[in-house]
């Protein structure tokens, strides 16, 4: 997304190229067509600086057709966490907002705790202030007329993308997200950044080359302590990295 590295980075797209014969999509979001977009199954046009609206449109639709890593999401994540009462979305602004600083006080956004100072918690992410139902809530407004009439995509591309990206959450795919050379230069790029995450988050693509997370810890485990140096740093990597360590949503 936001890149062209078949000109930019040509090292990197001849593995992209092998992963394509191997049976991989190539999914290319970008305001140009150009010698990437060529190869790629599915080439989704949009308007520069429209980013966040494509992505969390693609948070919206996972959530809708129930696209979700339900174990991972539940048990290594805070999304079952319940948020206290202080904390709130409206016209555009989060609660706490003082526009003379024009800064938020972020304390009001504790979560709700128990006796013991811990963080409630609903494993069936029902409640409506966990943090799954808010996010959910918060992004429901990134339907696919508002996405596209905002980014310009074409309807059917921008659907493509979403059914075949969002299809990862299976426990026998991954997918993973190469932006690191376009839109992580945008003037918002952490923002970029910190939505494709949550996505990420939710299909449980969490690991080595940003998918797989699981199939790392496996193959960890049936490694054990042979193998190569080579081999040996690789696993330390995916162990790092893992989808076992608790993240925020």
Known sequence: MGGNPAEDHPI???WLTRTKERGAYILHVD???NRTSSIADVFAKLRSGTDIAFVGGMINYAIEH????QEYVREYTNASWIVGDGYGFADG??????PTTRSYDRARWAYALDEQGQPRRDPTLKHPRCVFRLLAQHFSRYDPDTVCRITGTPKDAYLRVCDLYTSTFAPDRAGTWLYAMGTAQHSHGTQNIRS????QLLLGNIGVAGGGGQRDARRVQRAGVHGSGTEQRRLC???S????KRTSI
């Open 237 to 239: 990597r995916a162990i």
């Open 93 to 98: 602004l989060f609660d706490g907002y003082d």
């Open 12 to 14: 990197a797209m001849n």
């Open 31 to 33: 305001p140009r067509f």
């Open 241 to 244: 990295r893992c989808r076992w």
């Open 196 to 199: 494709y995450a949550i996505l």
């Open 66 to 69: 129930n696209r979700i890593q």
